[in-house]
């Protein structure tokens, strides 16, 4: 059967891309094979998209905001019903396991269900009698008219979406479940690596109730993104992807006036103190550091052993991590899948070779370990002894990586934490709630762990990334969502 090629979902409807466009070929990760093709669409592709969200706006904004949910209830059972089918097509073309494209999708619904709460988390505030007036008017028994103020949440319009391909499911749903809640309509370009998923997603919407043209996707690459962040009728745009790209679409985009929040790339480092659980201990940061093949913006890429923490730790990670099986995600009892592409792979294996030249112990060398012989493989790789200037401890590598330092004080370790020009998350594992304080009060991270792996804020609390992990001042999800998504109206009244 020939490759198919991702349509878009615009106005409500399926479109074929134009004939004779660029494109990109994708290949299952696991196996080879060739299963779809990602179109690199034009420029105008994205204009229509836009303008159909900004021919759905005034009714989808006028629409109470209790009917709105009811479209984001309805979606949610829908993708309950479907959730098996979009996490196959998740494994397929991501290559995680069936596990993880099912969590993903999971959190996802958390974050469908937070919208729903629209009614409630749009709410205005009033403050009557905010002051009297004497002027124009007769007074109102001893003299005065009483003046009242409020402020109201409003939407802002067309707002975009730029999402990566390491959740093509969940990170979209960071989103707009929340922009269209607030009387937004909506238009996202997903990755161009896993574009079948994302599609999937936005189709299901069309059985939720959702209006024509209040959700759209238009697929493509730095052009569409370009083209999608300047036009004139989108008024907010929302980026998760690596450092680079996300520090230029903040410049471009709030540049050309639009409100911008960027989440981006990360280094994350996990503290081990003598006196930890040795089991959690292990357990959190084996499933931090190689959960997704690594390639997640939480992953605890670094690991930082206290004292003589290091002499029961790092065997214990060894042996655990050569535990790990590592075959096709659609495979029962394999726990690792592949890297998402061929370039993924090759880059990743450069930084153990970076590692190794620059002097770092490789004590698990994944480039040697069981796996299977075609696709994207790589096995989990283990680096003892590195030192802060290594590029494997300062660069992000996206992939199953774990760098160990040694620090002889938790001083020294949160100081290794508070190098990274990067501040998504950092957690520690410890007995010690004296530890645990004196680690939350100084560690730069925005998310933060204790005796956690990997400490994913729940859909109610803010994605908090700080330094080079962020762009921006309101986050995705939690409150700051919400302020996102909306505008502030202010109302003073008095009546004569
Ligand atoms: P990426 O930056 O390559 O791509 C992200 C999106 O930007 C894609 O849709 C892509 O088409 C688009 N894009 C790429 N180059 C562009 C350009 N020059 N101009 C405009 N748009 C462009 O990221 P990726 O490889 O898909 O994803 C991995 C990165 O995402 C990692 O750095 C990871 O840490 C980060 N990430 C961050 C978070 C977070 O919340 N902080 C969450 C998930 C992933």
Known sequence: MPAQIANHYIGGKLVPEAAGGESLR???????????????????????????????Y???SETPVGDRVQCLFRYKQILEDNINDVADIVVQEHGKTKAEAIGSVRRGIDCIEFASAAPVLMMGRTLPQIAVSTSFCRTEDEG????????????????????????????????????VACGNTFVLKPSERDPFSTLREFELTKDAGFPDGVLNLVHGGPDVAKRLITHED?????????????????????????????????????????????????EGVLGSAFGNTGQRCLAGSVVVCVGDSGDWFVPALVEAAKGIKVGRGDEQGVSMGPLVSREARDRVAGFIESGVSEGADLILDGREGEMPSSGCFLAPTVFD???????????????????????????????????????????????????????????????????VGV????????????????????????????????????LVTRWL
């Open 26 to 56: 994708l290949e299952n990760p696991a196996t080879g094979e060739e299963f779809g093709i990602s179109p690199m669409s034009s420029t105008e592709m994205a204009d229509r998209a836009v303008a159909a969200a900004a021919s759905a």
């Open 234 to 282: 989108v008024r907010a745009v929302s980026f998760v992807g690596s450092t680079g790209v996300g520090e230029s679409i903040y410049k471009t985009a709030s540049g050309s006036g639009k409100r911008v929040q960027c989440m981006c790339g990360a280094k994350n480092h996990s503290i081990i103190m003598p006196d930890a659980n040795r089991g959690a201990a292990v």
């Open 144 to 179: 005065g008219v009483g003046i009242d103020s409020q402020v109201d949440r409003v939407p802002l319009g067309v707002c975009v979406g730029i999402t990566p391909f390491n959740f093509p499911v969940m990170v979209p749903m960071w989103m707009w479940p929340m922009a």
């Open 385 to 451: 002894r590195a030192t802060p200037e290594m590029r494997i401890v300062r660069e992000e590598i996206f992939g199953p990586v774990l760098t160990i330092m040694r620090a002889k004080t938790l001083e020294d370790a949160v100081e290794q934490v508070n190098r990274s020009e990067y501040g998504n998350m950092a957690v520690i594992f410890t007995d010690s709630g004296h530890a645990a304080r004196r680690f939350q009060r100084t560690a730069q991270a925005g998310m933060l762990g204790v005796n």
């Open 455 to 490: 400490p994913a804020p729940m859909a109610v609390f803010p994605f908090a990334g700080w330094k080079k992990s962020f762009f921006g001042d309101l986050h995705a999800n939690g409150e700051d969502a919400v302020r996102f998504y909306t505008e502030s109206r202010v």
């Open 58 to 60: 005034r009714d989808w």
